[in-house]
């Protein structure tokens, strides 16, 4: 299993701000996955982050608001920029599992709140 | 990606079997079929997963009739503490996985 921190764990931001979310997992993994979980609504991927390389983005989420970096093999950060309440959400960020497919340990996820 | 369809919530009292189906008409020859569970203020737990007939591990059951188009995860003698979200998916293993929107189990003394 892995263990994956997150940091802030919550935040309240003003609108047109930006915060960037740390994701610090305890063994090396190649790929690493960004989602979104809008109040009382199910998980949406944002995008995955492969070291080396530029992040993948899925549909509806753009790199000019939601910026990624992975520096390591460890460690991953999303930026949420340019903030309004519709951002309002708990951002988590997920690594694959060798055992099982589709099997991801997610992070605590961090709540973010946008006033 | 096959689309799942899953009740929105359900209702148990403690010490009863709790079985949730989930509907994947669409589902691939390479999909695989994988719950999760998520506590509040947490991020989802990996449960179960299987292909076809039945898979049982520590903690649920997973019934996978032969069509495959739809799964049942058997929770059995609930406790308060498996209130949660219950979410299903199907994939082929490469990790673009679709939540859908699960079903809130509600456990009641």
């Known amino acids: 299993s892995a263990v994956i921190s997150q940091k802030p764990s919550r935040d309240i931001c003003q609108r047109g701000t930006s915060l960037t979310i740390q994701c610090q997992v305890d063994?090396?993994?190649?790929?690493m996955f960004w989602y979104r979980q809008q109040p009382g609504q199910s998980l949406t991927l944002i995008a995955t982050?492969?070291?080396?390389?530029?992040?993948?983005?899925e549909s509806g989420f753009v790199i000019d608001k939601f910026p990624i970096s992975r520096p390591n093999l460890t460690f991953s950060t999303l930026t949420v920029s340019n903030m309004s309440p519709e951002d309002s959400s708990i951002y988590l960020c997920?690594?694959?599992?060798?055992?099982?497919?589709?099997?991801?340990?997610f992070g605590p996820g961090t709540r973010l709140t946008v006033l | 990606l096959a689309k799942t369809t899953q009740p929105i919530s359900m209702d148990s009292y403690e010490g009863q079997e709790v079985n949730i189906t989930c509907s994947h008409n669409?589902?691939?020859?390479?999909?695989?079929i994988t719950w999760y569970q998520q506590f509040p203020s947490q991020g989802p737990r990996f449960i179960i997963q299987?292909?076809?007939t039945k898979v049982t591990n520590e903690v649920a059951s997973l019934f996978i009739p032969a069509d495959r188009k739809s799964s049942t995860l058997s929770l059995p003698r609930v406790s308060l503490s498996d209130t949660a979200v219950y979410y299903c998916?199907?994939?082929?293993?490469?990790?673009?996985?679709?939540f859908g929107a699960g079903t809130r189990l509600f456990v009641k003394a």
């Open positions: 997920s690594v694959p599992h060798g055992g099982a497919y589709n099997e991801q340990f």
């Open positions: 063994s090396q993994v190649t790929m």
């Open positions: 982050a492969n070291q080396g390389s530029e992040a993948t983005y």
């Open positions: 669409n589902i691939a020859t390479n999909d695989y």
């Open positions: 299987g292909y076809k």
């Open positions: 998916l199907v994939g082929d293993g490469s990790f673009k996985t679709i």
